[in-house]
């Protein structure tokens, strides 16, 4: 039996795997915090469920990733203040983020935490980590449909020049 068999959750972490968990928790605590704020901003009342689901989803990865961190000795990334909650009305309308801008960020946010669970998973050699990070990932793409179905559905969409041309045939 080498260090490799057996319990998962009692093998080491390669040094891989503790830095995508590492940034990955340094990410999300800052990208909490910027939802936080944002959640000041919101006007639309779908967008700010949304932006509380993002948050409540972001505390829960983040107790896991601590949780493992602090199981094999890692020390944890610092963490932003929580943000004060704000009244709307009282932020300035042109120092206002408007909810299409959010609604754009956030989905930006979503594909590039994707592209870091992936990154997370197929370098993972423990597969307790790598399906931690799969189950962030499906968690994201789901959201990411859910997003990307609100911002159309409001108009909030901003599309890449769309290819309609027919192909010309040849003769």
Known sequence: MGVMSGNPANE???YGEVFAAWSYLAA???KVAGYQTMLNHTGDEDLRNFIEDMIKTGKQEEEQIERLLKENGVGLPPAPPERPVANLESIPVGARFNDPE???SIARDITTGMVACSQAMGQSIREDIGMMFGQFHAKRAMSGATLLRM???KGWL?????HIQEPVEAH
């Open 151 to 153: 911002q159309k559905e």
């Open 28 to 30: 999300s605590k800052g």
């Open 158 to 162: 901003v599309p890449p020049p769309l």
């Open 12 to 14: 080491p972490m390669h």
């Open 102 to 104: 959010i609604a754009a």
